[in-house]
Nanobody, 125 residues
Framework: QVQLVESGGGLVQAGGSLRLSCAASGRTFSSYAMGWFRQAPGKEREFVAAISGSGGRTYYVDSVKGRFTISRDNAKNTVYLQMNSLKPEDAAVYYC??????????????????WGQGTQVIVSS
């Protein structure tokens, strides 16, 4: 069982930056691939980025490539999402999620077994 708690959301102007954090419980954090998803009002949950257990492989949706960076610190059981050059269309509730070692970069949310409660990101234009 993995428990995930996101933080770092808030209000930012377009063009600004935010860093989201997701703290995980448990002693096997490095065995999980970690991902970030987002959901805007009236829209389906969308894959944003993911990172392998070792941190050696990262995956991004095209719309955030070059602007967002996912990283992890296995010693701190934490995964991060650095978001730069934010746009109004990035506004959403951002969710952290954990997948097993089988994860190979799918954007399918069903690959992820554990989810956090979400953190709100608001981008003003």
């Amino acid at each position: 069982q993995v428990q995930l708690v996101e933080s770092g959301g808030g209000l930012v102007q377009a063009g600004g930056s935010l860093r989201l954090s997701c703290a995980a419980s448990g002693r096997t954090f490095s065995s999980y691939a970690m991902g970030w998803f987002r959901q805007a009002p009236g829209k389906e949950r969308e894959f944003v980025a993911a990172i392998s257990g070792s941190g050696g492989r990262t995956y991004y949706v095209d719309s955030v490539k070059g602007r967002f960076t996912i990283s992890r610190d296995n010693a701190k059981n934490t995964v991060y999402l650095q978001m730069n050059s934010l746009k109004p269309e990035d506004a959403a509730v951002y969710y952290c999620a954990a997948a097993g070692a089988y994860y190979r970069g799918s954007s399918n949310s069903n690959e992820f077994a554990y989810w956090g409660q979400g953190t709100q990101v608001i981008v003003s234009s």
